[in-house]
């Protein structure tokens, strides 16, 4: 079935490195892909979207480019921030009511 | 902005009783889900409304009923709780034809 794998955690980092999230993606047609970003003690929020091949979604400095030749959707930062810590989840969505989630990656950024 | 509000951030309750949680959003969605989080498994969908009074079960829907009476709100129903349905649980909404999804702060319940 449409499935989500991303890469597992817990990642620590210390601030001003370069991030990356690996997530992978199988699907029966072509999906949207998500990141959401739970900070802690709080629920989902939505990071970046891409709604086709080749498309990038940027928000807040992180970046992650829809690539259907590799079915990946890695998330991006150039230089983390403490305030970046929490656990990042990828998801996809082939129809309105269906979303899949990966298990979530959780990322620790040191000062 | 989307605002999608749940009724309780934390909550305690004895094995056997019936639970309620609530779940209202103010941007007139469609559609509504619940969900619930674990370690290591990510969020797995329980049930999801299309339209008042509509719903469909999710992936694991045993040991819950949902309510939809009423267009903003999506009630999340445990009959009798039991020490396996500690979780932290999350609401959801979308428009109609949307994709993305917006969610509320979760509750965290804790079953003794």
């Known amino acids: 079935g449409d499935s989500v794998t991303q890469m597992e955690g817990p990642v620590t980092l210390s601030e001003e490195a370069f991030l990356t999230i690996n997530c992978t993606y199988t699907a029966t047609g072509y999906p949207s892909l998500f990141w959401y970003v739970q900070y802690p003690g709080e629920g989902l929020q939505l990071l970046l979207k891409a709604t086709k091949a080749d498309d990038k979604g940027s928000n807040k400095g992180f970046e992650a480019t829809y690539r259907n030749e590799t079915t990946s959707f890695h998330l991006e930062k150039g230089s983390v921030q403490v305030s970046d810590s929490a656990v990042y989840f990828c998801a996809l969505s082939l129809y309105n009511n269906d979303m899949r989630f990966g298990a979530g990656t959780r990322l620790t950024v040191k000062p | 902005d989307v605002k999608v509000t749940q009724s309780s951030r934390y909550l305690v309750k004895r094995t056997g009783e019936k639970v309620f949680l609530e779940c209202v959003q103010d941007?007139?969605?469609?559609?509504m889900f619940w969900y619930r989080q674990d370690p290591g498994l990510g969020l797995r969908l329980i049930y999801f409304s299309y339209d008042v009074k509509m719903k469909e079960k999710g992936d694991i829907p045993e040991g819950y009923s949902v309510s939809r009476e009423k267009k903003e709100r999506f009630s999340l129903i445990l009959e009798s709780a039991s020490t396996n349905q500690t979780s932290m649980y999350l609401c959801?909404?979308?428009?109609?034809?949307?994709?993305?999804?917006?969610f509320g702060p979760g509750t965290r319940l804790l079953v003794l």
């Open positions: 959801a909404s979308s428009p109609g034809q949307s994709k993305t999804q917006y």
């Open positions: 941007m007139d969605h469609e559609n």
